[in-house]
Structures are given as C-alpha cells and as structure tokens.
C-alpha cells in the first residue's frame, strides 16, 4: 500500500516537474562591459549555454495564447560578486521603456529576472505559499531605459529605492530582429544575509526569466509572458516552477569558439542608444557584421 503510494506520489512529481529547467552556470574572472554587445569570449564560449525563453506562462487551467514569431534566450556567468546575463529577444513589436508614453511598468516589452536562494525552500505542488517574504527576489528591466531603471519585489524589491537597485547595470541594443539587453546583478542584492554558502562551486539556487511582450503604449498590456523554467505566471510571488541555477566553478578556456569574420556580410550600424543610423558620422557607434560586433569612432 505504502509502495504504491509512493509510486503515484513519484508519477505525478515526474509529471509536474517535467517543464522544469536546469543549467550549469561557470565564473568568469573577465572584464564584461555592459554595452549590450556580445564582444566577450564568455558569451562565445560553448560552455554557456544557450537557454531559450520559449514556455508560453498562463495561470492554472488558462489556455496558452500564440506568439507568433516571438522568441528569446538567455546566456549567463557569474563570478564572487556578480551574476551577468546576455538576453536575446525576437520582437517584432518593440515597445521600449519610454516614460512619457508607458501607462505601467509592465504597459512596454520587459524582462523579469527571478531569484531564490536556496532550493530547500521550493514550493513542492504550488502550495500557493508567497515566496517574497522568504528571499524571493523579482527585478524587472526594459529595453529602451538608459538609466538602469527597475522595479520588483521580495528581498531585491525591498533594497530599490527609487527604481534603482545598487549595482544593477543593463544595456540594451536594438537589433533588425528585436532587441539584446546585457545585465549585471550583484548578488548581494539578490542573496539574503545567510545565504551566500549557496553560491558556492557544487551548490545551487533557484531562477527564473520571464520575458514578455507588449504591442503598444496605449492598452498598457502584456499580450504574453514567455518563461525559461514552467509555465507559471506566478513566479514572481511563488518558486514552484522555479529552475535550478548549479554553480560549475571556472569556465573551461577549452571551450572557446572561432569568431567567423563574414567580410561578405553587410554592415549595420546602431547609436549608442541602440538605433539603426545610415549614415554614421562623428560618433560612436556599433558596427555590426554578420556575428561580429565592435564599437567604432567615426
Ligand atoms: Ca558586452
Ligand atoms: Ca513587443
């Protein structure tokens, strides 16, 4: 009787766990500058993996709508001090962070980052229990904002003080397909007091990525909210769904791919604000060949 319990109990955990991700995460002792371009050896090495934002999030027994060509991945690294993360987001309808337009934070195209910090404390069959209070931590940011603009919750929430939480660097850049944002993260705004053990080589933590889509400014409305781990909409109050963060150590040098110089692909340029210039003259600006991105002064 008790087997059989326990078989059931293991079918449906397999069954309600089946959405959940799980990634290695490698540090880095590089230089990353948040300038929205991916011109570190980090992001091109096979090590970091490519993870895509492709569950469409609902509440509990809500159909999932379409997307169309929507679509978005994520790499990240970490080292002692910081978590840093490479977004890219096919978006054919970028609304960006636009203070005088935007009705709400969530009325323009965002990204939501969500940590917890010990897996011990996941919420096993949404148990509804609100996670904010113990560590979760919810940040959002958009394309578009200059000014590392945020909001959010939980633990992170609790240290903004107006929109702006202490280290929290991004940059985005405005792409033919949509837009890429880079982002750095101090984790000691994500990790309560106690828990930075977690974050050692060999352990883990919970997160999430949620991305989402508006159309306009006006309706103030997200059409959908993309996730990398489950299918919850909750996560940015409940961990149940969350995936696991497992921390490797050092990033294998081995792995290091080949930059391909296409010099038969067409040149793009983008201002430093991430939109397309043709004609760039005395500036800054990014010039963008096939794979390859540099900043260049004309
Ligand atoms: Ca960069
Ligand atoms: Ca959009």
Known sequence: MLASLLTAGSANAQEYYEGIRSMDIYSTGEWIEIDGLANEECWANSAVSVQPVEVVTTDWGVEPVEIGAYAASFQAVYDANYIYYFI?????TYIPYDKDQMKGDTGVDNVELMFFPDPAGRDEYHSSI????????????WPGATENQTSGGGYAGGRMVEGKLTG?????????????????????EIMPEGTEGNLATGKSILMDVNIANCEDYESNNRLFIMGWSGSDHNAWRWNAEFGELNFKGELPTSGVAEVAVDAEAPVV????QGVRVANPENGTFIRVQGKQTTKVAL
């Open 88 to 92: 890219k987001v096919v978006d054919d």
């Open 130 to 141: 609100d996670a904010r209070s113990r560590g979760l931590s919810q940040i959002r940011i």
């Open 168 to 188: 929290l660097e991004y940059k985005s850049v405005r792409t033919d397909y949509g837009y890429d944002i880079e982002c750095v993260l101090p984790w000691s």
């Open 269 to 272: 340029y983008y201002n430093l």
